[in-house]
């Protein structure tokens, strides 16, 4: 536009010889020339306004889609946070009921041992008021009980587990073997077995730790640690690279044990390895992957 009028203007200066004779033709031309400069300054405040207008747009939807990603960053890190305290508490709520189920039994075992021990000054009396076998009085060497060099089963067992959390892995681990060897057949036999496998665990030593847990689901059945064998079992799979066999084992626990605690850690786990939880019929995995 700017270039328009400059031409304009060039023709008429051009032309004003030809007009140079006529006052009012002058005049004219004067008058002609102004409202050009009139238009011109009003198309150049106009573009000024409007220009003005577009900056103020620009700006605002620049300061939109800014607040609209720190908007999106801001739940993005919520979400992430939501997810590590998820993960947080189920572990947290595992372990409380990984503690309760060691509290539980510790009390069958003392329970048992109080029956025994009854059953024992039983057998005791009785042995007094009868006559001992061979002509032998009561309460001779030949009817005493044989004993076990081994502390009893109880206090070995809690000595281990004192041991073991407090971090003293190889004495715990010289403790939960000495149990086992001495009280094989103990309620409290598949405990030791699982705490020997969380050692390995510790260590790093996974494939040890899949053995150890092997004996937890094999010998020992119907303990209460095989959920969390299972679990840990899939968890060293893992480590050690064997995702599917991992990942099998972690729906084989989901779908043997769905309201455990171990369960929410398997699907958490399963979830952050982007596969589904989905299983087939329950039946226990390959002992030996």
Known sequence: MKKLIFIALFALLLALPAFAGTKEQLIQLQTTVQMLQDNMARMQQSFDERMGV???????QTDNVNNMSRT????????????????GKVDQVSGQVQALHDAVDELKAKLAQVSKQLNDIQAAQQNITAPAPGGGSPGSPGSALPR????????LYNNALGDFNAGKNDLAGQEFTQFLQAYGSHDLAGNAQFYLGEIDYRKGNF?????????VLDQYPGGNKGAAAQLKKGFALLELGQKDAGVTELR????????SPEAIQARDRLTKLGVTATTGRSRPSPRHP
């Open 54 to 60: 577009m900056k103020d747009l620009i700006t605002q």
């Open 72 to 87: 999106v960053d801001n739940l993005q890190k919520t979400l992430q946070q939501q997810n590590n305290d998820s993960a």
């Open 148 to 155: 076990n060099d081994a502390p009893p089963p109880d206090v």
């Open 207 to 215: 494939q040890g730790a899949i053995q150890d847990y092997n004996k």
């Open 252 to 259: 084989s626990l989901i779908s043997r044990y769905p309201k």
